[in-house]
């Protein structure tokens, strides 16, 4: 076996797998000693570690496992099978198995992909916040670009999450962070809110970009929900993921919140120290990388433009090789401790923004989001494939929940 397939099986089996020229011992050490440190400051700590959710799967009929010309329940649209196979998100046993995963993983929180009043993501909101609240965990919510002008409905598109979510349920579940100074209020964050107003075209000129909002309009839509809600929280903080920081700060954001994995752990030193230049916060996530699905018949409208892995495992990638499969899953668990240590770094340090104002919020990217290949949640181990499932060249590795268990071991409390 060569050193590089040992390497893959090693963090497969549990094993941390580091970076290039790192200390093994060095980078879990560091991280807990910045676990300590923000403990001391922050006493709901565990709820600052907020998992991206998407309760959007379905079955009778196929709800997103038959994306892109896939056809469920063998062949998914996604490169890993998981461990539950093709679920319903309306399912309460398949949400209760979700949330005690995400509570035995040290996370406490997670962030629900919201696509509109009335969608099937608001229909089972209710669901995961009574099954989050018995297990200890809080919610909040991730607005997406459910319409093309839906930037003229932010305000009333916070309210109605704060109302309906929120007020009407006692606040039994909802994420409300309170900083060292004792004041509380809820974080939202939306989806490629600050977008340009068009691209260039490969035909020559420029088209439109769909959804587009003036920094104007988002800067109305933010005064507006904080003027609102002035009377009701110490604070409500907006986050865009968004790296455009003039446009961020002219439209009224607090901060911003990076979704995109293929940013590296390298680029968040820099992105902190810019968006503390113009006193933005920022929350930059945790990932495993990015191993995308891709179009069987790439068609003009879907835009596809997806690097298929990130990180990059190095020459050929053979997903039928369990090597080649180890050694991905090896660069996975590496990419988790590194972006760990470099968001703990930046937003724990004293001359940047967020320790200024007392923020701190941990994204994990993504608890289910299966299409782009960055789910914590356990996949099937590689002989738990079926006949039926094989033959689609999924990337399941021999452990398959190996990236929850490097989550769990890196945010476990000492002793």
């Given at each position: 076996m060569?050193?590089?397939?040992?390497?893959?099986?090693?963090?497969?089996?549990?094993?941390?797998?580091?970076?290039?020229?790192?200390?093994a011992?060095?980078?879990?050490?560091?991280?807990?000693?910045?676990?300590l440190?923000l403990?001391?400051?922050?006493?709901?700590?565990?709820?600052?570690?907020?998992f991206?959710?998407?309760?959007?799967?379905?079955?009778?009929?196929w709800?997103?496992?038959?994306?892109?010309?896939?056809?469920?329940?063998?062949?998914?649209?996604?490169?890993?099978?998981?461990?539950?196979?093709?679920?319903?998100?309306?399912?309460r046993?398949?949400?209760?198995q979700?949330?005690?995963w995400?509570?035995?993983?040290?996370?406490?929180?997670?962030?629900?992909?919201?696509?509109?009043?009335?969608?099937?993501?608001?229909?089972?909101?209710h669901?995961v916040?009574?099954?989050?609240?018995?297990?200890g965990?809080?919610?909040?919510?991730?607005?997406?670009?459910?319409?093309?002008?839906?930037?003229?409905?932010?305000?009333?598109?916070?309210?109605?999450?704060?109302?309906?979510?929120?007020?009407?349920?006692?606040?039994?579940?909802?994420?409300?962070?309170?900083?060292?100074?004792?004041?509380v209020?809820?974080v939202?964050?939306?989806?490629?809110?600050?977008?340009?107003?068009?691209?260039?075209?490969?035909?020559?000129?420029?088209?439109?970009?769909?959804?587009?909002?003036?920094?104007?309009?988002?800067?109305?839509?933010?005064?507006?929900a904080r003027?609102?809600?002035?009377?009701?929280?110490?604070?409500?903080?907006?986050?865009?993921?968004?790296l455009?920081?003039?446009?961020?700060?002219?439209?009224?954001?607090?901060?911003i919140?990076?979704?995109?994995?293929?940013?590296?752990?390298?680029?968040y030193?820099?992105?902190?120290?810019?968006?503390a230049?113009?006193?933005?916060?920022?929350?930059?996530?945790v990932?495993?990388?990015?191993?995308?699905?891709?179009?069987?018949?790439?068609?003009?409208?879907?835009?596809?433009?997806?690097?298929?892995?990130?990180?990059?495992?190095?020459?050929?990638?053979?997903?039928?090789r369990?090597?080649?499969?180890e050694?991905?899953a090896?660069?996975?668990?590496?990419?988790?401790e590194?972006?760990?240590l470099?968001?703990?770094?930046?937003?724990?340090?004293?001359?940047?923004?967020?320790?200024?104002?007392?923020?701190?919020?941990?994204?994990?990217?993504?608890?289910?989001?299966?299409?782009?290949?960055?789910?914590?949640e356990?996949?099937?181990?590689?002989?738990?494939?079926?006949?039926?499932?094989?033959?689609?060249?999924?990337?399941?590795p021999?452990?398959?929940?190996?990236?929850?268990?490097?989550l769990?071991?890196?945010?476990?409390?000492?002793?």
């Amino acid at each position: 076996m060569s050193a590089q397939a040992a390497l893959g099986l090693a963090a497969a089996r549990g094993a941390r797998a580091q970076a290039p020229g790192t200390d093994a011992a060095h980078v879990p050490r560091r991280i807990r000693e910045l676990l300590l440190a923000l403990g001391t400051r922050f006493a709901d700590l565990r709820h600052r570690f907020v998992f991206e959710y998407y309760p959007w799967y379905g079955r009778e009929p196929w709800r997103h496992w038959q994306q892109w010309q896939r056809r469920p329940p063998a062949d998914l649209a996604s490169n890993h099978v998981p461990r539950l196979g093709a679920y319903d998100s309306r399912d309460r046993a398949v949400v209760e198995q979700h949330a005690r995963w995400i509570a035995e993983s040290g996370a406490g929180a997670v962030n629900l992909s919201w696509w509109g009043g009335g969608s099937y993501e608001d229909r089972a909101a209710h669901l995961v916040m009574d099954v989050m609240k018995d297990h200890g965990l809080k919610v909040t919510f991730h607005l997406e670009p459910y319409r093309a002008d839906r930037g003229r409905y932010l305000a009333e598109d916070v309210l109605y999450l704060l109302r309906v979510f929120g007020e009407r349920r006692r606040w039994d579940a909802f994420l409300l962070p309170r900083d060292p100074e004792g004041k509380v209020g809820p974080v939202l964050k939306g989806f490629a809110m600050i977008v340009p107003r068009s691209t260039p075209h490969r035909r020559g000129g420029h088209r439109p970009v769909t959804g587009f909002t003036s920094d104007a309009e988002w800067r109305r839509q933010t005064d507006t929900a904080r003027g609102l809600l002035r009377r009701d929280f110490d604070r409500l903080t907006l986050l865009a993921d968004s790296l455009h920081m003039p446009r961020t700060t002219a439209s009224g954001f607090d901060g911003i919140a990076i979704y995109d994995n293929r940013i590296g752990p390298d680029a968040y030193p820099g992105i902190a120290a810019e968006a503390a230049r113009r006193d933005l916060l920022f929350s930059l996530n945790v990932n495993p990388g990015f191993d995308a699905i891709t179009p069987r018949r790439l068609l003009a409208s879907d835009g596809y433009a997806f690097p298929p892995l990130v990180p990059d495992p190095g020459g050929p990638f053979d997903s039928s090789r369990p090597a080649d499969r180890e050694r991905l899953a090896a660069l996975s668990a590496a990419r988790i401790e590194a972006t760990l240590l470099a968001t703990l770094e930046a937003q724990a340090d004293p001359a940047l923004s967020n320790a200024a104002r007392g923020f701190l919020l941990v994204y994990l990217n993504s608890f289910n989001e299966w299409h782009e290949g960055h789910a914590f949640e356990p996949m099937k181990d590689a002989a738990e494939l079926t006949p039926a499932e094989r033959p689609h060249g999924y990337h399941n590795p021999e452990r398959g929940d190996y990236r929850l268990a490097a989550l769990r071991a890196l945010l476990a409390p000492p002793g």
